[in-house]
C-alpha cells in the first residue's frame, strides 16, 4: 500500500492553499499541497477586476480606513458574518497586498497628476497627489464607499496567483498535481490525512499528515450555469462532509450580474467599477430608478435581483438563450478598456464576436445573472480549525470563516483567498508543529481499503441509472429551484428530488470497467458527492424562512433579525442518510461591533429588527463617548476585541496620515 | 598532496560548469558567430551576384570588375592572388558557418520525424521557411563546396569566356542552377532570420514589423533569382557561342579588339 | 408557492414568480435551440490512447454531432463526453481562456480548445490531437503541469531580491509604466502552446522554450528582483537556454495571449549574447 507522510498536507492548490503552503513551509515544516489540476490552473486565476485592501493610495480613496472597509463588508453579508474574522481580515488585507507586490505581483500603479475617469458615465478628471506617484492604484467595486480595489488590469487573481505559486516553489513547497482527494482518515474526531487518487494513472495513495487543510474552492458546479471553473464541483466539502464535519451557511450562494450570454463566463465587476453601466432593451440605464445611491455598483445580491427584476417588467433583451440585458463599457472608451479591461474585450470578442469597444450599441455585451460564488462552507473557527473535527483546517472560498455572511463584496474573495492564507496557514502551521503523527497505520490501510473497495463496488454496479442524466437533473434542479428567487414548494421539491437522485446514484451502470484513468468512474464518484453539497444547500435554503444577502425567499421577503440572525450548520449524521441534519449557531448581537441595521442599499424598511441591535448601538455608543480621547484602534479595541497574531495586527502605514 | 593544473575543459565537460562554478561564455560567442558569419555569407553573395551580373551590361565591363579585384589598378596586369586569398577566407567562413549550423539540424531519426510531422501538421509560413533553410543548407555543403574549390583552384581563370567556358563546356551549369536556387533562398531567408532573432528594423510593433520584413525577403529572393538566371543564361549564350575557342582568354574590346 | 400576510408584498412577490418564469422559459428555448434543424453535423476526430494501460493501443476515433449557435470544443467535446464515448479525456479547467489548461493540436495547430468555436472549420471536420513535447496522460490529456513546473523551479521563476519589505510599511513604489511592462510579460497562462509550436523544442526536449524565456525577460525588468544580466545567464546562457532559439516564432503567433514573444526573446538573447 502506498503511504506517504508529510508534516502539512494541504488539498488543494489555489491561492488560500499556496499562501498557506507558504506559512507552513516558513516555519520549517514539510509540506505537500495536492491539486488537481497544476496549481496555477486553480480557478483564483479567474478572479479578474481585483483584490480590496484599504491601501488608500488613490485621491479617491482617501480616508479609507480598515475601519471603512470593515463596514462595507459586514453590510455587505448583510450582518451574517463573523465580525471578529472581518477585523482580522480588514487589519490583515494591506499588508497581503504589499507582501505580494514584493513577491511580483505587478499591481497597477498610480500616476502622479491629472487623470480621466468615467464617474457615473461622465469624463472626470482627478488629480493624483505628488507622494502617491508608483503607489498601488485602485478602482471602484460594487458595495464600496471608497475606491478599494487594487488590481493588475483585467487579470488579478492571474499575477496574484503566479507569484504566490512561484514563491511557494521559491520555498520547496513539494506541489503535486493531478491528484484528487476522495475520502479524509479521520479517527476518534481528528483527522490524519487524506485517501488520494492519482489522475494520471488512477492509483490510490494514502497521504498522512500532523495537519490536514481543505481549500478546494467553492460549489458552483452544482448549478447549470455558473461561471466557476469545471472543477469548482465541492468534493472537498463532500469530502469532509463524509468524515462528519459541519458546513456553514451552505444556502449562502452568490449569482454574479454580468456572466456574458450563453457561455456563462464571467465579465469582471471592474466593468461597472471603471464607470460600466447596465441597460436594457431600449438602452435605458436602469440601475439609478432602483438604487439612487449606489447605482449599477451595488452589492451583487441586489443588482442580480434587480436585473431580473427589470426583466420581469418586460424590459429584457429577447434571445434565442432567453431574455438578457445588456453591458455596456464602450463609453469608457477604447483605450481605456485596451489597456484596463483587455480580458474582457477578448472574452466578449472570441465568444460572441461583439468588440465592446465598438462605440454605442454595437460594442454593448449580452449579461444575465449565474452562479458566482459560495459563501458557505466547511465551518471553522477564526484560528481556522473545523469546529468539529481536530486537525482538519479550511481557508479561502471552500471554507465558512464566515468573512462573507450572506453576501460577499467583489473583490473580497481573493482577498479573502490570500489573508486566509497568511492567518489560518499560520495557526495551522502552530497545529502541525505542536502536533505529531499518532495513527496506527492499521487505521490508514482500512481506510485506503474502503476507498478500494468502493471504486470496485461503484465498477461491479449493474444498474438502470445514468450519472450523466443525474448529473444534469441535479443542476437543472439547483438552478431552477434553488436560483436567486427562491421559494418554500420549489426548494421542497429541490430537497426531496435531490435525495432521490441520491439514492438513484447508488444504481447506475459503468460501462468501462477499468480502474484506470476512467472518465465514467470519476463521475460515479463524484456526482454522489455534488448531490450531498446541493442537498446542504437546497434544504438550508428551505428551512431559512426569511431573506438575507444572496438568499432571497420570495415567501419570507424580510430579512428576520429576530428568528435568522443565525448560521446554518449542515452536516451528513449517519454515512446512509439521504439528506444532511441541520442545526443552528446562533450570532451574537451584544458582541458585534456594528449591530445589524439598514444596509445603504436594497430595500429599504425590509428587516424585522431584533431590539437587542438598538441596544447594543446604544452601549457602543456609550464606549465611544467614554473613549473619545483614544485612537481608532483603542475604540475598537474596546468594543469589540479580536485575536491576530503580533505580524498581522500591526498599525498599516499609509500616505498622509499620521501613525 | 599536491594540485595539478587542471584542465579547464574536463571540468566543464564533467561538471557542466567553468572551474569558477560559473556556465562556460563559449555558447554566446557561438550564437553570435552563426549569425555573423551568416550575415558575412549573405552580404558576400549580394555583391557576389552584382558583380557576376555585370556581364549583363557588357563583358568589358565584367572584365574591368574582374581585373579591379585582381587589384589591376596597382600592378600591371592584376594578379590573382588577392582573389586567391578572398576566396580562401569566403571558404574558410563559409565552413564554419555550416559547422556552426549544424546544430541545430535534426540529428537521428526520431528528430527528423517529430520536425517533419510538426511542420507539416502545423502548416506555419516560418517554420516551412526554416526546413527550407536546413535543405537549402544541407545542399550547399556540397553545392556551395565544389563551387568554392573550383574557383579557388581556377583563381586567375575569371572573365567573359573563363567563365562561360566553364559554365557551358565543362558543365558547371547544371550546379549552378541548383546553386543559384540553393543560395538565393537560403540567404534571403537567413537576413530575414537575422532581423527578426536579434530584433533589428524591430519598430515597436514586432508583429507588423515582422510583415514588412518578410514581404522585403520575398522581393529579395525573387529579383536575386531572376537576376542570376539572366546572368546564367548570358553566360551559357557566350559559352555556347564560344565553345570552339574554348580556352582563349577576352581581352578588352578598346585593346585590340579580340572578336 | 406559500403567502405572506404582508399585503404590500403581494404584488411585487407575484413580479418576482414571474421572473423565475423568464428564467425557465430561457431553458426551454436554449434545449430547443440546441435541436434546431438545419444546423450542420460535424465531424471531431481525436486520437485515443492510455499509455497506462498496456492493452490500449492508439486509434483515431470519429464522433458525429450537431452543431449548436456558438459551439466551442469544450462544448463539443462536453457532449460527446456525455452521450457519444465516456471514455474520452481531456483538461478543461475555466473553459474561458484564462487557465491554459486546454491547449490541444486542432487541425495541426496548437490553440486553446475552449477559445476555438467549431464555426470557424468551413469543411465541419476537425482533427484533435495532445499537444506534443509533453507526456501524454490520455487521449487528448498532456501533463503540462510537470513540464512547467520544472521549467519555472530551473528558471528560478520567481522574485530574488537581498531587500527586506516590512508589509506593514508603505510599498517601494513603481513606475506606471514600469508596472504595466511587468504586467504585459506576466500574462503568460503556462499553457504550453508555445512549447508545442518550438520546432526546438520538438526535437530537443530540454529547451526551456518560449515560456521559460519569456519568464526570466519578466523578471529582468521587474523592479523588485536585484539579480544581473549575469545571473540570468546562468539560467538561461547555453543552448537548452536562449541559444537554443531559432527564431521560428510559431510560439509569437500560435500564443493565446499575444504575448511579444518575439521582441522579448530578441531583448534577451541581445542581453545574453553581451554578458
Known sequence: ?659 | MSKTNINENIVESLIGTTIEKKKSRIPARLDFLQSATGLFLAVFMIFHMLFVSSILISKDFMLSVTKAFELSFLFEGGSTIPVFIAISVVFAVFIFHAFLALRKFPINYRQFLRLKTHSNLMKHSDTNLWIVQITTGFALFFLGSIHLYTMLTNSGNIGPYASADRVYSDYMWMLYILLLIAVEFHGAIGLYRLSVKWGWFDSGDAKESRRRLKRVKMIMTVVMLLLGAMTLIAYMKIGYEHQANYGERYTLSSNIGDK | MSKTEDASLEKQEQNIGKVEDVVKKSELVLEKEMSIDGSREITITSLKYNPSNPNSKPEFVDYKLRETPGMTLYIALTKIKATLDNDLSSDFVCRAGICGACGMLVNGRPQLACKTLTSDFESGKIELLPLPTFKLIKDLSVDTGTWMKNMSLRVNSWIVSKEKTDISKIEKPVEPKVADEVFELDRCIECGICVASCSTAIMREDFVGAVGLNRVARFQIDPHDTRTDEDFYEIIGDDDGIFGCMSLLACEDHCPKNLSLQSKIAYMRRKMVNV
Open chain 1, 1 to 659: 500500500m502506498d503511504i506517504r507522510y508529510t508534516d502539512a498536507l494541504i488539498i488543494g492548490g489555489g491561492l488560500a492553499g499556496l499562501r498557506s503552503a507558504i506559512a507552513t513551509t516558513s516555519k520549517g515544516l514539510d509540506t505537500i499541497v495536492l491539486s488537481l489540476v497544476p496549481v496555477k490552473r486553480s480557478h483564483s486565476a479567474a478572479a479578474q477586476g481585483g483584490m480590496q485592501a484599504s491601501l488608500g493610495n488613490t485621491i479617491m480613496s482617501e480616508g479609507d480606513n480598515e475601519d471603512v472597509h470593515f463596514a462595507d463588508t459586514v453590510k455587505g453579508s448583510d450582518w451574517g458574518c463573523d465580525q471578529e474574522v472581518a477585523r482580522m481580515f480588514v487589519n490583515t488585507a494591506p499588508k497581503a497586498i504589499r507582501e505580494l507586490a514584493s513577491w511580483g505581483v505587478p499591481w497597477t500603479r498610480i500616476g502622479k497628476g491629472d487623470r480621466d475617469v468615467v464617474i457615473n458615465t461622465k469624463k472626470t478628471t482627478i488629480t493624483e497627489k505628488d507622494e502617491a506617484h508608483g503607489l498601488i492604484n485602485a478602482r471602484d467595486f460594487g458595495g464600496t464607499k471608497k475606491w478599494r480595489t487594487c488590481y493588475t488590469s483585467d487579470a488579478t487573481g492571474h499575477t496574484m496567483l503566479y507569484a504566490v505559486a512561484n514563491e511557494a516553489m521559491r520555498r520547496g513547497v513539494v506541489i503535486e498535481d493531478k491528484k484528487e482527494a476522495i475520502s479524509l482518515i479521520v479517527e476518534d474526531g481528528r483527522c490524519y490525512g487524506a485517501i488520494v487518487r492519482d489522475l494520471k494513472n488512477g492509483g490510490l495513495i494514502a497521504y498522512v499528515a500532523k495537519g490536514t487543510m481543505l481549500a478546494t474552492g467553492g460549489y458552483g458546479r452544482i448549478y447549470k450555469q455558473s461561471t466557476n471553473a469545471t472543477i469548482c464541483k465541492g468534493t472537498g466539502h463532500a469530502i469532509a462532509l463524509e468524515a462528519g464535519a459541519y458546513m456553514g451557511n451552505m444556502e449562502a450562494v452568490q449569482f454574479h450580474p454580468t456572466p456574458i450570454v450563453p457561455s456563462g463566463i464571467l465579465l469582471t465587476e471592474g466593468c461597472r467599477g471603471d464607470g460600466g453601466v447596465l441597460r436594457d432593451k431600449d438602452g435605458y440605464r436602469f440601475m439609478p430608478d432602483y438604487e439612487p445611491e449606489k447605482k449599477d455598483l451595488a452589492s451583487r445580491d441586489v443588482v442580480s435581483r434587480r436585473m431580473l427584476e427589470h426583466i420581469r417588467k418586460g424590459k429584457g433583451v429577447p434571445s434565442p438563450y432567453g431574455d438578457h440585458l445588456w453591458l455596456d463599457i464602450s463609453i469608457l472608451g477604447r483605450e481605456h478598456i485596451e489597456k484596463n479591461l483587455r480580458d474582457v474585450q477578448e472574452i466578449s470578442k472570441t465568444f460572441n464576436g461583439i468588440d465592446p469597444a465598438d462605440e454605442g450599441e454595437k460594442g454593448w455585451m449580452p449579461v444575465l445573472p449565474m452562479q458566482h460564488y459560495s459563501m458557505g462552507g466547511i465551518r471553522v473557527t477564526p484560528k481556522g480549525e473545523s469546529v468539529n473535527i481536530k486537525g482538519l483546517f479550511s481557508a479561502g472560498e471552500a471554507a465558512c470563516w464566515d468573512l462573507h455572511g450572506f453576501n460577499r463584496l467583489g473583490g473580497n474573495s481573493v482577498s479573502e483567498a490570500v489573508v486566509s492564507g497568511m492567518i489560518i496557514g499560520d495557526y495551522f502551521a502552530d497545529f502541525c508543529s505542536e502536533h505529531e503523527i499518532n495513527i496506527d497505520t492499521k487505521v490508514v490501510e482500512k481506510a485506503l481499503k474502503k476507498q478500494d473497495d468502493y471504486l470496485n463496488e461503484l465498477l461491479a454496479m449493474e444498474g438502470d441509472e445514468n450519472i450523466y442524466d443525474i448529473k444534469d437533473e441535479m443542476r437543472n434542479i439547483m438552478q431552477e429551484n434553488v436560483g436567486i428567487f427562491r421559494n418554500g414548494k420549489d426548494l421542497d421539491y429541490a430537497v426531496k428530488r435531490l435525495s432521490e437522485l441520491l439514492v438513484k446514484s447508488k444504481n447506475i451502470t459503468i460501462t468501462n470497467k477499468h480502474r484506470l484513468l476512467n472518465p465514467q468512474l470519476e463521475e460515479a464518484y463524484k456526482v454522489p458527492m455534488m448531490l450531498k453539497v446541493a442537498l446542504c444547500v437546497a434544504k438550508g435554503a428551505r428551512e431559512r424562512t426569511e431573506s438575507r444577502g444572496a438568499h432571497y425567499r420570495e415567501d419570507y421577503p424580510k430579512r428576520d433579525d429576530v428568528n435568522w440572525l443565525k448560521r446554518t450548520i449542515s452536516y451528513w449524521a449517519n454515512e446512509d442518510d439521504i439528506e444532511p441534519t441541520l442545526q443552528y449557531e446562533e450570532l451574537d448581537i451584544m458582541k458585534m461591533e456594528m449591530p445589524p441595521a439598514f444596509r445603504g442599499y436594497g430595500k429599504k424598511g425590509n428587516t424585522i429588527e431584533n431590539p437587542l441591535s438598538q441596544k447594543r448601538q446604544d452601549e457602543i455608543d456609550k464606549i465611544k463617548e467614554a473613549n473619545k480621547d483614544s485612537n481608532r484602534y483603542e475604540i475598537q479595541d474596546a468594543i469589540m476585541p479580536y485575536e491576530l497574531q503580533d505580524e498581522y495586527k500591526k498599525v498599516n502605514e499609509r500616505i498622509g496620515v499620521a501613525q
